[in-house]
């Protein structure tokens, strides 16, 4: 049986905990039907690091997660650690994965679940359908350039500066992840920028064009980011691949993430040049956490995009896919996205739905 290499799974708080075991349930259950092993590592990350170490971020985890294949996190922060030093909060973790790990494309899917449809803000006829992923370049653009911060002026005001800057480096690789990605898909890149304003964008869409010629099988597009907001709206079918920048992806790929329905739905990949991260999009959510509330489909979903990009296993993670849209079909829901007629589940019990529709 083929061994994949090592996973580190980073549970975090609050709710992280309870949804990264059904990540992880589905994940055995998968690797025996479709026959790979792996090794499972454990990390403390978060206020639960905090706690244990004074660090959210401890080195033995940070080894861990640069040794391991990928890496499974659930969630980190809550109000016990607000009034901790920006420093030390458990968010500084996440920040510090994503650089440490060199993670500098985001990978958002936001794919409307026939059976919730209705469970968009947005009209069913809009929503039903969507299937689009969104490229976010994570670790450049305006923030990380430099200068920024708050100066004080002559005269007693301020002066608050932060600096967009992208390198034609930064703009290729990133590019190439999202035709690569359309390759398998739709084969459609629309590459967002505001070309019209700002000169680095301008420079975005002149590197995109030029990493588009080795990608002839993929069509690309062009498209301001206001009217993309607008467009993902109004008409969001209409995009497969949407490969932009790191603040216009933060901001796309939240409204793309309403067009599904609920934040429990949503995985993320955060993959760089060695390993990947994988996570749901929610955070610890304080409110429901230890009352086995929590929807863990966001989280089974991200196990899926593991075996999908980080292993190659495609079979494997179609299977999950598929094991979800049943358990939703058969009509079992976690309160966040419960809907009339249906039958209400636990955090649990609805990982051991999707564990029992595995085909
Ligand atoms: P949140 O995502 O934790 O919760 C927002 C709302 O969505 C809450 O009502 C919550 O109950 C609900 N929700 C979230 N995930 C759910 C799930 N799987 N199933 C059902 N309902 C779910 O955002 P927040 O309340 O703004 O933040 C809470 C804490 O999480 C804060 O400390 C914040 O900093 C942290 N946070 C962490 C991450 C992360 O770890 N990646 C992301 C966002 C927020």
């Known amino acids: 049986m083929k061994n994949i290499g090592d996973i580190l799974a980073l549970p975090g708080d609050g709710i992280g905990a309870e949804v990264v075991k059904e990540g992880l349930k589905v994940l055995d259950a998968v690797s025996k039907k479709h026959g790979f092993t792996y090794n499972l590592k454990n990390g403390l990350v978060g206020g639960a690091a905090y706690d244990a170490t004074g660090n959210p971020l401890p080195p033995e985890t940070l080894r861990m997660a640069k040794e391991a294949a990928a890496v499974l996190l659930g969630a980190v922060g809550g109000p016990k650690w607000e009034p901790l030093d920006y420093s030390v909060r458990p968010e500084r ?97 629309a590459s967002i920028d505001k070309a019209n304003v700002l000169e680095c964008t301008e420079l975005w869409r002149r590197v995109v064009t030029k990493v588009h010629k080795d990608f002839q099988d993929v069509a690309l597009s062009h498209m301001y980011v206001d009217n993309c907001a607008m467009q993902l709206i109004r008409n969001p079918k209409q995009f497969d691949v949407i490969l932009t920048t790191n603040m216009f992806g933060d901001i796309l790929s939240d409204e793309a993430a309403m067009l599904t329905g609920s934040i429990g739905m949503l995985p993320s990949a955060s993959i760089g040049l060695k390993n990947g991260m994988y996570e749901p999009v929610h955070g610890s959510a304080p409110d429901i956490a230890g009352q086995g509330k929590a929807n863990p489909l966001a989280t089974i979903l991200s196990v899926g995009m593991m075996l999908k990009y980080s292993f190659g296993l495609l079979a494997a993670a179609e299977a999950i896919d598929r094991a979800v849209s049943s358990a939703l079909k058969k009509g079992y829901r976690t309160p966040d996205i419960m809907a009339p007629g249906c039958g209400a589940v636990g955090t649990a019990e609805m990982g051991d739905k999707v564990v029992e529709n595995l085909g």
Do not use: C, Q
């Open 93 to 189: 973790a996440l920040l510090g994965l994503r650089s440490e790990l060199g993670l500098f494309a985001n990978l958002r899917p936001a794919r409307v679940f026939p059976e919730l449809a209705d469970a968009s803000t947005l009209k069913r006829e809009v929503v039903e359908g969507t299937d689009l992923l969104v490229v976010r370049e994570l670790t450049g653009g305006i923030y990380f350039g430099k200068p920024k911060g708050i100066t004080m002026l002559e005269d007693g005001t301020e002066r608050g500066v932060n600096t967009l800057v992208y390198t034609t480096g930064e703009i290729e690789r990133i590019a190439k992840v999202a035709f690569e990605i359309a390759r398998k898909r739709g084969k459609k890149v």
